[in-house]
């Protein structure tokens, strides 16, 4: 027997007080970061709220958005999101980073890309994958080691982007390593002069103390 149709008036429908507030805040966020499939996006991103994790969401906009293509790939903003979603975890199952992944719209071919040059297996070191996704995003390897620089720092936007200098040498060697082309006597010698730069500034590494080497680590 089916039920009854229930009818609704406008007295009957109770509207959460928060409910403005979470859809002003909603609104920010998918115009912030600009997500590739908005449908999918929005589904990780309620999700993500319901259970109190980091929500999916850059925290500015990256321009120009007129040259990107659906699926344009990895940003700066997109590997920051991802970071601070997954580097509680020294390790992260690739099953766990290709569903953060797929919630950004990011496309799959590069997400496998990126894997096997790092010749991952089914566990993720992430900060390895963070130095492979910077890769991406640089270029070169000192172009790398700067996008690095500005996800990990603390500073506030626009500063000196300043990260340990243990982080910058791990980072580093990773991927002189993977590049292949620099010797290890050269990496060595560049870290010397960036150890005793970073010293001077309580161990920390900034930009300006790497870049006028780019002409050299090209």
């Known amino acids: 027997m089916p039920l009854p149709e229930t009818m609704f008036c406008a007295q009957q429908i109770k509207i959460p007080p ?21 449908l999918q996006w929005a589904a990780a991103y309620f999700s993500a709220l319901s259970k109190g994790e980091l929500l999916p969401v850059k925290e500015r906009l990256e321009m120009p958005l007129a040259a ?16 601070k979603q997954l580097s509680s975890k020294d390790t992260v199952t690739v099953a766990e980073l290709r569903e953060k992944w797929k919630h950004l719209g990011l ?5 496998g890309a990126i894997l096997q040059l790092g010749s991952f297996g089914e566990e993720v070191e992430w900060m390895k994958f963070l130095a492979l ?3 991406v995003l640089g270029g070169s390897l000192l172009s790398s080691m ?42 060595k010698a560049f870290l010397l002069g960036i150890k005793e730069q970073a010293e001077k500034h309580s161990d920390m590494v900034l930009i300006r103390h790497f870049l006028p080497y780019s002409f050299i680590f090209y």
């Open 107 to 111: 496309p799959e071919e590069q997400l």
């Open 133 to 135: 996704g910077c890769s």
């Open 18 to 38: 928060e409910l403005p507030d979470v859809l002003k805040q909603f609104t920010k966020a998918a115009i912030r970061t600009q997500p590739y499939d908005v």
């Open 68 to 83: 990107k293509e659906k699926d344009a790939g990895l940003t700066p903003g997109l590997l920051k999101v991802l970071h």
């Open 146 to 187: 700067k996008q690095a620089c500005e996800i990990l720092t603390r500073d506030p936007e626009g500063g000196a982007a300043r990260i340990p200098y243990e982080t910058f040498s791990f980072l580093y060697l990773y991927l002189a390593s993977i590049d292949g082309e620099i010797s290890k006597a050269d990496a």
